[in-house]
């Protein structure tokens, strides 16, 4: 059974940073995405960034450009956001999900079939 952990949610001050970690177990795919979300209670959810397991390729969406970062960390199916110069408008539960395949991975959430439970992260101005 896939399952997602997010962690490293918190309160921070506007301008403060976060790292938020997803780890990934029971994976069996050889290729697969990471991608990172974001929901507001009321609105849509929001595709944040993602990462490609075959070559490290990434995507963002243009609001987190130049401040937040999506990496692979060490250890295997362990997935990095470090989110700078933090806004009150990032405020919300941050989820990770996971697609297998090959393939440029895109933000969107209906390509992903696996997801965490999700973390909170406030922005306080």
């Known amino acids: 059974e896939v399952q997602l952990v997010e962690s490293g949610g918190g309160l921070v001050q506007a301008g403060g940073s976060l790292r938020l970690s997803c780890v990934a177990s029971g994976f069996i795919f050889d290729n697969y995405a990471i991608g990172w979300f974001r929901q507001v209670p009321g609105k849509e959810r929001e595709g944040v960034s993602c990462?490609?397991?075959?070559?490290?390729?990434?995507d963002y969406t243009d609001s987190v450009k130049g401040r937040f970062t999506i990496s692979s960390g060490n250890a295997k199916n362990t997935v990095y956001l470090q989110m700078n110069s933090l806004k009150p408008e990032d405020t919300a539960v941050y989820y990770c999900?996971?697609?297998?395949?090959?393939?440029?991975?895109?933000?969107?959430?209906?390509?992903?079939?696996?997801w965490g439970q999700g973390t909170q992260v406030t922005v306080s101005s």
């Open positions: 990462i490609t397991s075959s070559d490290g390729s990434t």
């Open positions: 999900a996971a697609r297998d395949g090959l393939g440029r991975c895109l933000p969107i959430d209906y390509e992903y079939d696996y």
